[in-house]
């Protein structure tokens, strides 16, 4: 098989890369090297995809059986990729989000759910991250008629991953003392690792298959306390954590999910955010590791070198998300006061 991936370099395209390379593909990536170095083993054509030229060129260093996009956020860039690529591959896999649907996180989605409206040709000004997601959807199904994957992961998470959410509950608990624990720890969760999503896409490539797939991991594959914990004891046992109910955080205007990762208290506004249904994808064969076992990996990584600099580094935004260590002790002590 001959895989394309659109980025390639870090975390869920580097997965795909790795993945397709260890079934004996041979795999292209395209980007413009600025961000990671490729994996060895891999073709590098280089190249912006906003440049019509750039994608030009990459037309013409095809053939490939699939293409991997895991880098589209903008429906007319993603479409233009799409047109100068319908002759060069059979398959076009779009890594899309769970986002794409209106009524996440409040209500429980699947792939029959609403989507948000949003042309195939829209601009980044046309709407937020959710909406552009589904007009990106919208222009590969319309340039690969019938040749068209979706994906839709839900939480990813795995070694490589820049979004500051398991990392930043790593590091915390990494630096001991005692550590705010938001919410209930029996709250259940799901969540995917990237290289199962990978291997789930590659499979569906390789079946010659198209659609829909909503693949958000395994209904209730790890509590919030389990999440938590393991994080703890894989870091030494060097945090306490201490265990908040919602309200209280919220009156005290801690921000959900932003400064503490993962945190969605119990309101109308987060009520299903961990009961996405990925029963298509199991049924096509979506397999997912432990969380335990991801979260591992991922300790594994960010302690490892570079892992630190490489998850805390410049990469999108320079803001480093989280709670500020002195509201963290405000917090504490408030608690402390109030108990």
Known sequence: MRLLVIGGSVFLGQAFAAE??????????????????????????????????DLAGLAAAGPWDAVVDVCGYVPRVVGASVAA????????????????????????????????????????????Y???????????????????LVVQPGLIMGPGDRARRLAWWLRRAAQGGRMVAPGRPGQEMQLIDARDLAAFGLD???????????ASGSPANTTWGEYLGTCVEVTGGKAEPVWMDDDFLLAHEVGPW???????????????????????????????????????DTADWLFGPGGMEEAFGAYRSAADRGLPPEKEQQLLADWDARS
Request: aromatic share 8%; with cysteine; glycine share 10%.
């Open 20 to 53: 397709a390379l260890a079934r004996g593909w041979e795999v292209t990536t395209f980007n413009r090297g600025l961000t990671a170095a490729d994996l060895p083993g891999v073709r590098t054509v280089r190249g912006d995809r906003e440049r019509p030229e």
């Open 85 to 128: 690529l319908a002759g060069s591959a059979d398959t076009y896999l779009f890594v899309s989000s769970i986002n794409a649907y209106p009524g996440f996180p409040a209500v429980p989605v699947d792939e029959l759910s609403p989507r948000h409206e949003c042309a195939p040709d829209a601009g980044p000004e046309d709407g937020d």
């Open 130 to 148: 959710g909406v552009l997601k589904a007009g990106c959807e919208r222009a590969v199904v319309e340039g690969f008629p019938g040749r068209a």
């Open 204 to 214: 569906r490539i390789a079946a010659g298959d198209s659609g829909t797939y909503l």
């Open 258 to 296: 932003t400064e503490l990762p993962l945190w969605a208290p119990r309101d109308e506004d987060f009520a299903a955010v961990w009961q996405p249904s990925s029963a298509k994808a199991a049924a096509a064969g979506l397999r997912c590791r432990p969380v335990t076992e991801s979260i591992r």
